[in-house]
Nanobody
Framework: QVQLVESGGGLVQAGGSLRLSCAAS????????MGWYRQAPGKQRELVAT???????NYADSVKGRFTISRDNAKNTVYLQMNSLKPEDTAVYYC??????????WGQGTQVTVSA
C-alpha cells in the first residue's frame, strides 16, 4: 500500500513559478513510475509529467520547456518545478504512482491557480 501526500500549490501571477512536492510512504521499494496529472474545471484529467525509477521522463507538450519533473529515490519524493506559469495551467494537480505490480495510487490533489 502506498500513500501520496502533495504540497506546494497556491496562487501565483502569470509568469511566476511554483514547486510541487509529493512524498510517498508505505512500501517504498514497490514504486516504479511517479508523476503529475492535472484537472481543470470542466475538463478531463490530463498527464503533465512522469518519471520512472530509472529516470526516464515524459512531458505533455503543453508544459515542455517550462516544467521540470525530478525525483529523490532516497526520500521517495517527486517534484514538479513549474516556471513561466500561464493562466491555462490553473488546475488541481494530482500526484500519481504506479507500483512494480502495476497498482495505481493517487494523491488528494493540490490547487494551482495562475492569475492573468
Amino acid at each position: 500500500q502506498v500513500q501520496l501526500v502533495e504540497s506546494g500549490g497556491g496562487l501565483v501571477q502569470a509568469g511566476g513559478s511554483l514547486r510541487l512536492s509529493c512524498a510517498a510512504s508505505g512500501s517504498r521499494f514497490s514504486i516504479n513510475r511517479m508523476g503529475w496529472y492535472r484537472q481543470a474545471p470542466g475538463k478531463q484529467r490530463e498527464l503533465v509529467a512522469t518519471i520512472t525509477s530509472g529516470g526516464s521522463l515524459n512531458y505533455a507538450d503543453s508544459v515542455k520547456g517550462r516544467f521540470t519533473i525530478s525525483r529523490d529515490n532516497a526520500k521517495n519524493t517527486v517534484y514538479l518545478q513549474m516556471n513561466s506559469l500561464k493562466p491555462e495551467d490553473t488546475a488541481v494537480y494530482y500526484c500519481h504512482a504506479v507500483s512494480v505490480s502495476l497498482l495505481s495510487y493517487w494523491g488528494q490533489g493540490t490547487q494551482v491557480t495562475v492569475s492573468a
